[in-house]
Each structure stands twice: as structure tokens, then as C-alpha cells.
């Protein structure tokens, strides 16, 4: 099912489309150019948003394993799934 520009399999990631639309208004509201991507340095404010307080040391984990190797950036599809699994 397509939602927002992305195709997703709500029920392989054990979501609802109203939860899946949830987690990606947080996600996009830290998304100003709506590209789908925020910078490793907005993922404490996602985490925030969503209910969670990281310390520094799991925030730089996180980070460094969701960040895009080539532009250092989180992208929600590689974002969704890691915290629907933490």
C-alpha cells in the first residue's frame, strides 16, 4: 500500500496505516524540505517526539547504524523499522 510516496507493508512491519501515518508526521515535521531524510543531528528531537530520551552514547550508536554512509542522513524507511524493533 502507498502512502506519502512510500510503499509499505504495513502488516510485515506489525503496523497500522494510522499508526505508520502517525510515525511519519513526527518524522516529517523535522523534514522541512520534505525529502524523506532528516540529519543525524534532529534524531534526538525525533526520539523526543516520539517518547523516548536517548543519552549521547546511545544516540551516537543509533546514529552512525541509521545514517546513510554516503550523505550521513536518516532516511524514514531505514528509520521505521529500527524503532518499531527497539
Request: hydrophobic share 45%; with cysteine; glycine share 6%.
Amino acid at each position: 500500500m502507498a502512502s506519502g510516496g512510500y510503499d509499505v507493508d504495513y502488516a510485515a512491519l506489525g503496523l497500522t496505516e494510522e499508526r505508520f501515518e502517525a510515525f511519519k508526521s513526527v518524522f516529517s515535521a523535522l523534514d522541512k524540505a520534505h525529502t524523506g531524510v532528516i540529519a543525524t543531528k534532529q534524531l534526538e528531537a525525533l526520539c523526543y517526539k516520539l517518547g523516548e530520551n536517548f543519552d549521547e552514547e546511545e544516540l551516537s550508536v543509533a546514529a552512525a547504524s541509521l545514517a546513510d554512509p554516503q550523505t550521513g542522513l536518516i532516511h524514514f524507511t531505514t528509520f521505521l523499522p529500527w524503532w518499531i524493533s527497539e
